[in-house]
């Protein structure tokens, strides 16, 4: 099966720039996780989708993020105006179901699109 | 906010030793994962463990969850330059729908 797509794989702003990136689930996998990775760092989730419900967007900055599930499937996570401390890798996932631990719980990730802030 | 502190942060190590890396908490989980990250590539699932003093071994690695779900272990064997990469743990609560991460360790494995 096909993996988790995202795009681009790079970008470079200068701060205050707006950047957008997208991403692919697996297909018919419900759930959809954004996930922002600074260097030296692991993964922290920044948004959460089950079908096109946000289920947790706690951690993600909302004066300058947003993201959005396009009928269930697609995703765009956008950041306007971009800060320095936005420079991360930002990584999308999916799984097949969410709550609690199942094996429907599994996570497959994409390769992360790469955001440089000058 | 559930917190994960993995160590040692950097590993290098010649083809052929063993190491072990930890991750710690003092939460417990209902379930912990072990990822491993290339590169220029997101996070690979190697194993979840979920039952408290669970033994999972995968070829030359074996991992462990502790008695009280509160931390694991990742054991490599005669460790080959393949086995590079960032080792991430995460860990979930059985109400939460996220994982929580912890901040990684780099293995380098010299030829």
């Known amino acids: 099966e096909a993996g988790v797509a995202q795009s681009p794989r790079y970008k470079i702003i200068e701060k205050r720039q707006s950047v957008a990136f997208w991403c692919n689930p697996i297909?018919?996998?419900?759930?959809l996780y954004w996930y922002q990775q600074i260097l030296g760092q692991g993964p922290k989730l920044l948004i959460q989708?089950?079908?096109?419900?946000?289920?947790?967007d706690s951690q993600l900055p909302k004066d300058r993020f947003s993201a959005e599930r396009l009928k269930g499937v697609d995703s765009t996570l956008k950041i306007q105006p971009a800060k320095l401390e936005d420079s991360a890798v930002y990584l999308c996932?999916?799984?097949?179901?969410?709550?609690?631990?199942?094996?429907?719980?599994?996570?497959?990730f994409g390769a992360g699109s790469r955001l440089t802030v000058l | 906010t559930q917190l994960l502190e993995q160590s040692p942060q950097f590993l290098s190590i010649q083809e052929g030793e063993n190491l072990t890396v930890y991750c710690n908490s003092s939460?417990?989980?209902?379930?912990l994962q072990w990822y491993r990250q290339e590169p220029g590539e997101g996070p690979v699932l190697l194993v979840t463990?979920?039952?408290?003093?669970e033994v999972k071994k995968l070829k030359r690695l074996t991992f462990q969850f502790g008695d009280a779900r509160k931390d694991s272990s990742l054991h490599i064997t005669a460790a080959q330059p393949g086995d590079t990469g960032l080792y991430l743990c995460?860990?979930?609560?059985?109400?939460?729908?996220?994982?929580?991460f912890g901040s990684g360790t780099q293995l380098t494995v010299l030829p």
């Open positions: 297909s018919g996998h419900a759930t």
């Open positions: 996932a999916s799984s097949l179901g969410a709550g609690g631990w199942s094996g429907a719980n599994v996570l497959t």
């Open positions: 463990v979920v039952t408290g003093g």
């Open positions: 939460s417990v989980f209902s379930s």
């Open positions: 989708f089950q079908n096109n419900g946000v289920v947790d």
């Open positions: 995460a860990g979930s609560t059985g109400s939460a729908r996220q994982l929580t």
